[in-house]
């Protein structure tokens, strides 16, 4: 009798990777949880108002949501007897005034001695860093949930009146950022790994709330140090960047954060108002906001220095409207240094590791919204 069809998530791409590995599809794997936030209403109304920072009661039952629907995805996978549960991704819904937390990846099968494992990113990600010597032990997050507060209201507005950077918001946005990189590393020692690769950061509205989320792969490598006062390292290099480094004998150590809120006083206000109707550079603001850019870059600077770092490398710079004339200047990289023992496992990658997929299903008439991800990538 003919067996019954495996599902995967997986692409054609993603199926050659986990092949070379030793994997083969087996399925698709989800845990859900659905959680009542009808006490944030009362949470959001105290903090109305109040200078920014985290809110701990709105972090701890986001957290909570995404545990229970991860562990309940992990069971999942236990019952499928699968060895593996590859690209997880997790979602956050609203769902008739409540939200689902959702987790999805597919199952893959390998060896009778390949221990139970989940990874971020997909499979062809995966595939680098496994070649790189990284081996995936789990799926790993931290969050935090804050209040920008006074930042958009009365304080903020005078503040503004100021131009230059606003510390105390600089501060606050610095502490809340590194927060949740400090509980993705605290999750990763719980699972006996070295080191966070391919961490990715979302920041979203919610509830009235901003959250800023991290997630990667706990995975373990030989060459790291791996006593137990050592934090994990971190990494935000996409699975070919970290390869690539891997062959060239880096290893990475640690994902390193900077931002910086800025006032733009008046030349944010009525002046540039005025000066935009007329054409040309508008000499002050560009100045200013080359002075915020180099305020981060500074700062990262500092801190790669601090822990030995040789180079840091994939920085990537973002800028945000806070409102009443007030901007973040938000910087990330990874800061490296060459270590003994690094090396690949093959001279090179195949084309399918790096090969990026493309959609075949388009969008229609019908108002069908298509989702950027698939199950298991």
């Known amino acids: 009798?003919?067996?019954?069809?495996?599902?995967?998530?997986?692409?054609g791409n993603e199926i050659y990777c986990m092949r070379l590995k030793g994997l083969i599809p087996s399925g698709v794997v989800i845990g859900n949880s659905i959680q009542s936030m009808g006490f944030l209403g009362g949470v959001r109304s105290a903090f109305r108002g109040i200078v920014g920072g985290e809110i701990p009661d709105v972090t701890q039952m986001i957290h909570e949501g995404r545990a229970a629907a991860f562990k309940r995805m992990r069971a999942e996978a236990d019952r499928e007897q699968v060895h593996g549960v590859v690209g997880v991704t997790s979602e956050?819904?609203?769902?008739?005034?409540?939200?689902?937390?959702?987790?999805?990846?597919s199952g893959v099968r390998g060896g009778p001695d390949t221990a139970l494992f989940t990874s971020a990113g997909d499979a062809q990600e995966l595939y680098c860093h496994m070649d790189a010597g990284y081996d995936p032990k789990e799926?790993?997050?931290?969050?935090?949930?804050?209040?920008?507060?006074?930042?958009?209201?009365?304080?903020?507005?005078?503040?503004?009146?100021?131009?230059?950077?606003i510390k105390e918001f600089s501060d606050v946005f610095n502490e809340t950022r590194h927060h949740a990189l400090d509980r993705l590393v605290t999750h990763a020692q719980a699972v006996g790994a070295n080191a966070v690769v391919g961490v990715r950061t979302n920041?979203?509205?919610?509830?009235?709330?901003?959250?800023?989320?991290?997630?990667?792969?706990?995975?373990?490598?030989?060459?790291?140090?791996?006593?137990?006062?050592s934090a994990p390292v971190t990494s935000d290099l996409t699975?070919?960047?970290?390869?690539?480094?891997?062959?060239l004998g880096y290893a990475p150590i640690k994902l390193l954060i900077s931002t910086s809120v800025y006032s733009l006083g008046a030349i944010g206000g009525i002046r540039a108002a005025f000066q935009?109707?007329?054409?040309?550079?508008?000499?002050?603001?560009?100045?200013?906001?080359?002075?915020?850019?180099?305020?981060?870059?500074?700062?990262?600077?500092?801190?790669?220095?601090?822990?030995?770092?040789?180079?840091?490398?994939?920085?990537?710079?973002?800028?945000?409207?806070?409102?009443?004339?007030?901007?973040?200047?938000?910087?990330?990289?990874?800061?490296?240094?060459?270590?003994?023992?690094?090396?690949?496992?093959?001279a090179a990658l195949p084309a399918q590791a790096i090969i990026r997929d493309k959609d075949t299903w388009v969008n229609g008439a019908s108002g069908l919204e298509i989702q950027s991800f698939r199950a298991g990538g």
């Open 1 to 11: 009798m003919q067996s019954a069809p495996k599902l995967t998530g997986l692409s």
């Open 92 to 105: 956050l819904r609203g769902l008739s005034g409540n939200s689902e937390f959702l987790f999805v990846g």
């Open 139 to 165: 799926f790993v997050f931290g969050n935090i949930a804050y209040s920008v507060g006074a930042v958009g209201g009365i304080a903020g507005t005078l503040k503004t009146l100021v131009r230059g950077e």
């Open 203 to 229: 920041v979203l509205h919610f509830a009235g709330f901003h959250e800023m989320y991290m997630a990667g792969t706990a995975a373990f490598h030989g060459s790291l140090p791996s006593e137990t006062h």
């Open 239 to 247: 699975g070919e960047e970290l390869w690539g480094m891997t062959q």
């Open 276 to 346: 935009s109707l007329v054409r040309g550079e508008l000499g002050d603001l560009t100045a200013l906001i080359y002075e915020a850019r180099e305020q981060v870059f500074d700062r990262l600077n500092r801190e790669a220095t601090a822990l030995g770092g040789e180079e840091v490398v994939g920085i990537k710079t973002y800028i945000v409207e806070l409102g009443s004339s007030l901007v973040e200047i938000f910087a990330v990289g990874t800061a490296v240094r060459k270590l003994q023992g690094m090396t690949v496992k093959t």
